[in-house]
């Protein structure tokens, strides 16, 4: 899972640097921080839980065995906290580059900061859940001395709190495609890539309910079996989401198809008309155009009718994708735009 996402974030990155030309956007260096903090957890689950007796019987492990895999349950906690804020972050700034207006805006930055305060305050208690620390993983013995907060209460919450961020993460864009006037093609195509964000709420429920039965459960190295994988799979199709709009970039150079433009043939007009702006109707109703202009030149003879010129241009069109805004456009959406003729 962590080599598939790696490969959609180097996607990413690849066409941004070297075949479009783009800058690389804050939201980009957050898609990058997610995978960087998700190769210790693939290592870990790897190396660490999996060696020390993660999916099996806590009765046949040695005591050291024991002690090792709750010492990377702790470290597994608060890397879990951190990842999902961060790839949170990058969809969040992804939406302040396509969604320019005031009130989008405002209403995005609240969401960060709402965000940056939920992730730091769970990563805080995650590391400082036990009083020593160390008696996370010491505790079992019943020979060490100490306290703890309670685990499940702090996974339930964090758990709810984040998918009720997901579906308001999810409302912002589709709230403001609606009043976008885009070719059907392009709508549903933009649309479908946002709703497959919503595979990551499915599998956080999914993960919600693997941390219900592990509380339930006694055998902790095979109860968190089940935790760990959902954990892993919700990080990783987050890291996917976040690239879904560079992958679609892609599918869009390799297949001209499916951006939904309209291309006439030589002689006719070529028209390709954008976003709607809420502040100018008189914006909105102008198309930009180009195409084939006829000029007829007239002689200054007094029988002009019969002797004239016809003079023809053709003009040719060529694209280019500037940046995520020229996926959908949703610049015009907030901006009022000018004619270009």
């Known amino acids: 899972m962590a080599i598939l996402g790696a490969v959609f974030v180097l996607a990413r990155f690849s066409y941004k640097i070297f075949f479009a030309g783009l800058d690389i956007g804050w939201d980009d260096w957050f898609v990058l921080a997610t995978l960087i903090a998700a190769m210790p957890s693939a290592i ?34 608060w890397l879990y906290f951190l990842q999902v804020t961060l790839v949170k972050l990058a969809i969040i700034f992804f939406y302040m580059r ?47 001395e100490g306290s703890c907060a309670n685990a499940n209460a702090i996974s339930w919450s964090n758990a709810a709190i984040s998918i009720a961020l997901d579906l308001w993460m999810l409302a912002i864009p589709l709230w403001q495609l609606r009043a976008l006037r885009l070719h059907w093609k392009k709508k549903i195509g933009v649309a479908m890539m946002f709703i497959v964000g919503t595979f990551v709420t499915v599998v956080s429920i999914i993960r919600l309910q693997s941390l219900v039965d592990f509380a339930k459960g006694s055998n902790p190295t095979m109860d968190f079996m089940e935790v760990s994988i959902w954990s892993t799979i919700e990080i990783i199709v987050g890291i996917m989401c976040a690239c879904l709009p560079s992958i679609r970039m892609i599918l869009v150079k390799l ?64 694209y280019s994708d500037s940046d995520e805004a020229s996926l959908v456009q949703m610049a015009d959406l907030q901006r009022p735009r000018q004619a270009h003729h």
């Open 98 to 144: 396509i969604f320019p207006a005031r009130e989008v805006q405002r209403m995005l930055w609240g969401t960060t900061i709402f965000i940056i305060v939920w992730g730091l305050a769970f990563v805080i208690t995650a590391v400082f859940q036990c009083k020593p620390i160390h008696y996370f993983w010491t505790k079992w013995d019943g020979l060490h």
């Open 255 to 318: 297949f001209p198809s499916i951006s939904g433009s309209t291309i006439r043939s030589k002689g006719r007009q070529y028209y390709q008309q954008y976003g709607s702006d809420n502040r100018s109707k008189a914006a909105r109703s102008q198309p930009r155009t180009v195409g084939v202009v006829t000029v007829d030149r007239t002689s200054p003879d007094v029988d002009s009718r019969d002797r004239h010129i016809k003079f023809q241009k053709t003009f040719t069109v060529s």
């Open 44 to 77: 870990i689950t790897v190396y660490g839980t999996t060696k020390n007796g993660l999916g099996r019987d806590i009765y046949t492990l040695t005591p050291q065995m024991i002690t090792n895999v709750l010492f990377y349950f702790y470290i597994m906690a």
